[in-house]
């Protein structure tokens, strides 16, 4: 929500979704697009008709995107 609008790359946001603290940071290792992917996939279906308010950039990252409701 803070960064609505931006495209956050795959591994930034694996990594804040895996919630990786600042001491294992020198063992973080990015371990491919699937295991976000997965992640993803629960908060599409909590938001059910609203799911497309995430926006996967392909090769990149992935966008939250608010559209006004009129």
């Known amino acids: 929500m803070e960064r609505q609008g931006q495209v956050v790359s795959n ?3 694996d990594r804040e979704v895996m919630g990786t603290s600042l001491e ?4 973080y290792k990015y371990l491919g697009d699937e295991r976000l992917r997965s992640a993803v996939r ?3 279906k909590a ?5 497309d308010c995430i926006v996967n ?3 990149v990252g992935y ?3 608010v559209q006004a409701r009129g």
Do not use: T, V
């Open 42 to 44: 629960e908060p599409r």
């Open 24 to 27: 294992a940071e020198q063992e």
């Open 57 to 59: 950039k392909r090769g």
């Open 11 to 13: 591994e930034e946001l």
């Open 63 to 65: 966008m939250f995107r």
């Open 47 to 51: 938001l059910r008709d609203e799911a």
